[in-house]
């Protein structure tokens, strides 16, 4: 470690080879405390030391790697039984495709046409509103990654909201109070949701207020209120997966860790011809308000 006590001590500044010189400490297995005090004892400011310390952090320092977090509780369907079809309150819900790695469950029939249709409606309805607003400055958000119009159902605020809502904690096996509020979501032709992760970076700024509200995401249910003519299949990269969207089918996916190893990267294709329609569940791992 004493490569660097040749450092001068008149010209103290963050040099590429001091960075350099720190990088190879800690691949070594020193700690930024001893790396501090070898530093100070060489001659360093202990403020400077310590900067040049914390700008060597890299993102990758930041998030705890994915095998040391502590897997989280996730919604899982009860497929124990390996039946074609679930009944939940006298619905049938059929199981189409299931994968284990990353967790991803494909369903038929989970919403019916007119349940589908009356969702539609009642978005319309707030969309066309929303729509005005956001044509103030700062209004709205504008996510380039995500072309289409959005907005929130209340949790439980309708008895249709509330007959769905129930369905999908019994069929997810996991309470109403941990998921937020329907999100539904109206592609138009070419619009599209490129490739994301559902769960909150916990090293993003703002995280900790986010996660505050109900922890982290842990599953996501998207449900498809109608068939587009062309294109706008959810896709998932990293299992080259494409699920078709079907008018009352939905797709399921879980992550037990907010980290790129659950393979839970997903998005929707452009919408080719006609619109998409979706409502998205997103379940959290705790109570969110
Ligand atoms: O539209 C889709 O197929 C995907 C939607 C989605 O990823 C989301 O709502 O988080
Ligand atoms: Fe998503």
Redesign the pocket.
């Known amino acids: 470690m004493s490569a660097h006590q040749n450092q001068s001590i008149q010209q103290q500044a963050i040099s590429p080879e001091l960075r350099v010189w720190i990088q190879e400490q800690l691949a070594q297995g020193f700690t930024r405390a001893q790396l501090l005090d070898a530093m100070k004892s060489s001659g360093w400011q202990e403020d400077l030391a310590a900067r040049a310390l914390d700008e060597s952090r890299t993102d990758s320092d930041a998030q705890t790697p994915a095998e040391l977090q502590i897997a989280s509780k996730v919604p899982e369907l009860d497929l124990s039984g390996g039946q074609p079809t679930l009944w939940i309150d006298g619905h049938e819900v059929k199981v189409l495709m299931s994968i284990t790695q990353p967790r991803v469950v494909v369903l038929g029939g989970l919403l019916s046409d007119a349940e589908c249709d009356a969702m539609v409606a009642a978005a319309s309805a707030r969309l066309a509103r929303s729509e005005t607003v956001a044509t103030t400055p700062g209004g709205s958000e504008i996510n380039p990654a995500r072309t289409?119009d959005g907005m929130f159902f209340e949790r439980g605020e309708s008895e249709l909201i509330r007959t769905i809502e129930s369905r999908l904690a019994k069929l997810l096996n996991w309470p109403i109070d941990h998921g937020e509020g329907l999100?539904v979501?109206r592609?138009r032709p070419g619009a599209e949701?490129l490739p994301?992760y559902?769960y909150f970076d916990p090293t993003m700024d703002g995280a900790a207020a986010i996660l505050k509200r109900g922890g982290q995401r842990v599953g996501?249910l998207?449900m498809y209120l109608n068939t587009p003519q062309a294109g706008?299949?959810?896709i998932f990269p990293d299992i080259k997966l494409d699920v078709s969207?079907v008018k009352g089918n939905a797709v399921f996916f879980s992550y037990d860790r907010p980290h790129p190893q659950t393979q839970s990267l997903?998005?929707?294709a452009p919408v080719r011809e006609g619109e998409?329609w979706?409502a998205?569940k997103w379940l959290r791992a705790g109570v969110f308000v």
């Open positions: 289409s999100q979501l592609y949701y994301h559902d996501t998207v706008g299949a959810t969207p997903h998005g929707g998409k979706v998205t």
